[in-house]
């Protein structure tokens, strides 16, 4: 059996996917394109496919702005567009927010806030928490 073998598994079909979600948010796609990577190989090592691959020739992970590096995360990123997000059947090495903050991607950066602190959106403006709009009837 070749070493590579495992990637014709359908999960890798489903890690890609999550993959392609993960790179969407972060400038520096590089560092997580090798936690997708170590990922994959991590669940071929666990099916005894491929030997070796924890001997990655990747850097420590860096994330941008207020991210934090987790090993075993959740692939999906809460944010203040989509604050639920689904409960994942796999983890991920990834970047996520500090516990009781989400994404504020309604901002350039990587800035990480309380959920109650998220800005509200209107016909493409944006309010801050509290502050009032006045429409004509």
């Known amino acids: 059996m070749s070493q590579f073998s ?3 598994i359908k ?3 489903k890690y890609s ?3 392609k979600e993960n790179l969407y948010y972060y400038k ?3 560092i997580l394109e090798c936690a997708f990577y170590s990922a994959i190989g ?3 090592f666990e ?3 491929i030997r070796g ?3 990655s020739k990747c850097p420590d992970p860096v994330c941008p702005g207020d991210l934090k590096y987790e090993g075993q995360g959740s692939p999906y990123l809460p944010t203040c567009s989509n604050p639920e997000v689904p409960k994942p059947e796999e983890t991920i090495q990834t970047c996520v927010c500090p516990q009781d903050t989400i994404l504020n991607n309604y901002v350039n950066g990587s800035q990480c ?3 109650t602190d998220c800005p509200c959106v209107h016909e493409g403006k944006l309010f801050a928490r509290g502050e009032k709009r006045s429409t004509k009837c």
């Open 28 to 30: 520096n796609q590089e």
């Open 42 to 44: 991590r669940k071929c």
């Open 113 to 115: 806030i309380p959920k």
């Open 17 to 19: 996917s999550l993959c």
């Open 47 to 49: 099916g005894e496919f």
């Open 6 to 8: 495992c990637f014709s």
């Open 11 to 13: 999960t890798f079909e």
């Open 53 to 55: 691959w924890e001997e």
